[in-house]
């Protein structure tokens, strides 16, 4: 059976409503991991160079990273349930396709799932969230233009990827070893669009240090 990890967080106030439907379960595999083993850390203010320096740490592309505009869309974000880190799919009609078979299967189902690309394509949609409705938020951590991509253009799959700089070694374990297989899928021919949505706090918010949730 699938586990997952239940962070123990200290809320601010006026988050108290979300964090429990957001932050309180990382969805991190399907064995519990510890907090220290993985590097995990409360929360910093981030910078555009922060993160992209992180992610060159792993040689990755850095064209592809984006980030919410403001507190307010994050913390809405965060009421809906995103889940960190974790992808969701989208086939060739940019319609949400869920790896998830059961309520239980947790992100470790991400990787073999990618490896069945050329049936994930041609999946009905598993709810009515559109590409063109996940992304509505996005902005480019380079430009801060939204993100616009060509919806008349047709991929074999559209790949959002969640994840956020504090999240230490889980983003190595999970979020960059998926961008490795979609790499191999490009390599072989697969025409995927990827994104990697980072959820960190940012240095123009404006936002303070006591407003920012704690999981340690």
Same mark, same amino acid.
Request: charged content about 25%; glycine content about 2%; some cysteine.
């Given at each position: 059976?699938?586990?997952? @990890? +239940? #962070?123990?967080?200290?809320?601010?106030?006026?988050?108290?409503?979300?964090? $429990?439907?957001?932050?309180?379960?990382?969805?991190?595999? !399907?064995?519990?991991?510890?907090?220290?083993?993985?590097?995990?850390?409360? $929360?910093?203010?981030? *910078?555009?160079?922060?993160?992209?320096?992180?992610?060159?740490? +792993?040689?990755?592309?850095?064209?592809? @990273? &984006?980030?919410?505009?403001?507190?307010?869309?994050?913390?809405?974000? #965060?009421?809906?349930?995103?889940?960190?880190?974790?992808? &969701?799919?989208?086939?060739?009609?940019?319609? +949400?396709?869920?790896?998830?078979?059961?309520?239980?299967? !947790?992100?470790?189902?991400?990787?073999?799932?990618?490896?069945?690309?050329?049936?994930?394509?041609? #999946?009905?949609? *598993?709810? *009515?969230?559109?590409?063109?409705?996940?992304?509505?938020? +996005?902005? *480019?951590?380079?430009?801060?233009?939204?993100?616009?991509? =060509?919806?008349?253009?047709? &991929?074999?799959?559209?790949?959002?990827?969640?994840?956020?700089?504090?999240?230490? /070694? #889980?983003?190595?374990?999970?979020?960059?070893?998926?961008?490795?297989?979609?790499?191999?899928?490009?390599?072989?021919?697969?025409?995927?669009? &990827?994104?990697?949505?980072?959820? =960190?706090? /940012? =240095?123009?918010?404006?936002?303070?240090?006591? =407003? /920012?949730?704690? @999981?340690?």
């Amino acid at each position: 059976m699938a586990s997952i @990890i +239940f #962070l123990k967080i200290k809320p601010v106030p006026e988050m108290k409503t979300y964090l $429990p439907l957001f932050w309180a379960v990382l969805l991190v595999g !399907c064995k519990a991991m510890m907090l220290n083993k993985e590097q995990i850390t409360n $929360p910093k203010i981030e *910078s555009r160079n922060s993160i992209v320096e992180f992610v060159k740490k +792993f040689d990755l592309d850095t064209t592809n @990273i &984006y980030i919410l505009p403001d507190t307010a869309i994050f913390n809405r974000h #965060l009421k809906n349930g995103v889940a960190v880190p974790n992808a &969701y799919f989208f086939n060739r009609n940019n319609e +949400f396709i869920s790896y998830q078979k059961t309520a239980q299967d !947790c992100n470790a189902h991400i990787g073999p799932f990618l490896t069945s690309i050329d049936s994930i394509s041609n #999946l009905k949609a *598993s709810s *009515s969230l559109t590409l063109q409705k996940f992304v509505a938020d +996005f902005i *480019s951590i380079d430009s801060h233009q939204k993100i616009a991509p =060509d919806y008349a253009e047709k &991929y074999d799959i559209t790949i959002v990827v969640t994840s956020a700089k504090y999240l230490g /070694m #889980l983003n190595k374990e999970k979020v960059f070893e998926w961008e490795e297989i979609v790499n191999k899928l490009r390599a072989s021919g697969h025409k995927i669009r &990827y994104y990697k949505l980072f959820y =960190d706090y /940012m =240095d123009f918010w404006g936002v303070k240090k006591d =407003d /920012m949730f704690k @999981i340690r």
